[in-house]
């Protein structure tokens, strides 16, 4: 569904070619299911992370599994390099085939509080690789893992010295022994109940060992293990972990708490963010989501309950109590109700590759923020606006409180999340660009694509830079009502490429543009 903008963005000084909409296609599912087949509880995907590379995808589900696949149809630099140079288009049909997989939680029972501690995956880091092996983090409510998976070659026996065939074996299962007299004038004592089918005496010679000459590496196996157990310094749900530019350390964040780690070092953490008040009931925003920025080491950023996203300079000071920016959008006069601070909590919050960009995503919409803009976000995307009349059976259900992951393209041109009903949708973020496009977690995602009518915009000049479009329902446009049962909460977009991998419930669907 293409959506039209309901406020265009302002003038720019270079009319700079806008990038075409996308046409995507189904590329391949992991897991799909059948009409009428039960989903499993612990077989739900719960989280899903590209590396750098984009050469392999992890995911986790509530059972406490991480599966990891591994991309099959990477072509040569040269070529690439050559289509490049050559000015020609770089599109090709990902292919990614499964791997591995190992558990990486089991629940758990913290008998101190008296608490049950849920084996689910909820997020997944990978660290950089080093010697053909795969690092990456993984953590669920309390405890953060690091995980080593290796190709391990397995050995195998292809000559022996000496042939059981040759001279004869021994094999009894009498209790009784036997004396045998060697020609060295030793004396041998041999238990009968001791089984040996190889037991050789050579001619001319005492008894000799059986042993492997020749030993052939034919076969490999994956092997995953744990390294290291980042444990016991979280109090309450870990929501966050993220790696930092530095290859050497991460935070992982919970409600109330941003805590540094070192890869190498498990045994301590530093607290880096505190905002639990000495009162608990002065309590009026928790830290629902933490990111390193991609290139300044000393940089985070961190969201709140309350729609806000802090940055903070650990150069300032140990404990980054006072933040260095704080980018949050004014509230619009009489737009307050009761569920103004449920929808308006952010969920999720990724960095664009440059860094200057940060994407959030709270219930109804997506944002886009300029780091260096705090009064206002520099796009707006509607997702959920269609919903609003709906909130109080939103509440009722609980679906309200369902967090959405986000995600940007490589190149920074596009953004994406996902919607009810097994939906994600994704929209150009060039200033200009109309581009909202909404597709379907299934072999056919482009079945629910038909061009709406424009709406006449309403050009407001260079008083605003903020865009809203996108807030179609696909009700609307298919004649179906939502299905809040089918939920996309988590996504991926590959890190070099447009193609994006979904979770619907257990199912893994992958997209190319």
């Not at 509530?62 to 040569?76: I, K, P, Q, Y």
């Not at 040759?166 to 045998?180: K, L, Q, W």
């Amino acid at each position: 569904m293409k959506g039209s903008g309901d406020v265009v963005a302002g003038t720019t000084t270079a009319e700079a070619p806008l990038p075409t909409q996308l046409d995507w296609k189904f590329s391949q599912v992991f897991g799909e299911r059948t009409a009428g087949e039960e989903v499993q509880e612990v077989d739900i995907i719960s989280a899903i992370e590209f590396d750098k590379s984009g050469d392999h995808l992890a995911t986790g589900d509530r059972g406490g599994r991480v599966v990891l696949f591994e991309r099959t149809d990477v072509r040569n630099h040269a070529s690439r390099k050559d289509l490049e140079m050559d000015g020609d288009p770089i599109s090709r049909h990902p292919e990614f085939h499964y791997k591995t997989e190992f558990q990486s939680h089991e629940p758990e029972f913290d008998y101190l509080k008296s608490l049950e501690i849920e084996e689910k995956i909820n997020k997944i880091k990978w660290c950089q690789t080093t010697n053909n092996s795969l690092f990456l983090l993984s953590t669920n409510d309390k405890t953060i893992k690091c995980w080593k998976v290796q190709e391990k070659k397995v050995k195998k026996i292809a000559e022996m010295n000496i042939h059981a065939s040759e001279n004869g074996s021994i094999a009894s299962s009498s209790t009784t022994t036997s004396t045998s007299y060697l020609p060295n004038g030793a004396c041998a004592v041999i238990p009968h109940n001791h089984l040996s089918t190889d037991l050789s005496y050579p001619s001319g010679c005492s008894a000799s060992l059986r042993l492997p000459v020749v030993v052939t590496s034919q076969d490999t196996c994956l092997i995953a293990r744990c390294r290291r157990i980042y444990a016991h310094a979280h109090d309450y749900h870990i929501n966050s972990i993220s790696n930092n530019s530095d290859g050497e350390t991460f935070i992982s964040a919970d409600d109330l708490r941003i805590n540094l780690w070192n890869l190498e070092i498990s045994s301590q953490s530093f607290n880096i963010v505190d905002v639990k008040p000495a009162n608990m009931e002065d309590l009026t925003e928790v830290i629902t989501s933490a990111e390193f920025h991609p290139t300044h080491c000393n940089m985070l950023a961190y969201s709140s309950s309350k729609g806000s996203i802090r940055l903070i300079d650990l150069r300032q000071s140990a404990l980054c109590d006072n933040h260095s920016k704080i980018l949050d959008e004014r509230e619009a006069p009489g737009s307050r109700s009761f569920f103004t601070e449920i929808i308006t909590s952010i969920s999720d919050i990724k960095f664009a590759k440059d860094g200057r960009y940060l994407l959030s995503r709270d219930y109804m919409t997506l944002k886009l923020w300029d780091i260096n803009m705090e009064s206002s976000p520099v796009s707006t995307f509607q997702v959920h606006e269609y919903l609003r009349p709906k909130l109080c059976d939103l509440y009722e259900n609980d679906s309200i409180f369902d967090k959405f992951d986000c995600c940007l393209s490589g190149d920074g041109l596009r953004v994406a999340t996902g919607s009810y009903s097994n939906l994600f949708r994704v929209f150009g973020c060039v200033p200009g660009s109309d581009e909202a496009t909404t597709l379907e977690a299934s072999k056919n995602p482009m079945r629910l694509q038909v061009q709406a009518l424009p709406k006449p915009a309403r050009s407001l000049g260079n008083l605003t830079r903020v865009v809203r479009r996108g807030s179609e329902s696909p009700s609307d446009v298919n004649g179906n009502s939502c299905d809040f049962t089918s939920k996309l909460l988590h996504l991926a977009w590959h890190p070099t490429e447009n193609s994006i991998a979904c979770a619907a419930m257990n199912s893994l669907y992958m997209y190319y543009a």
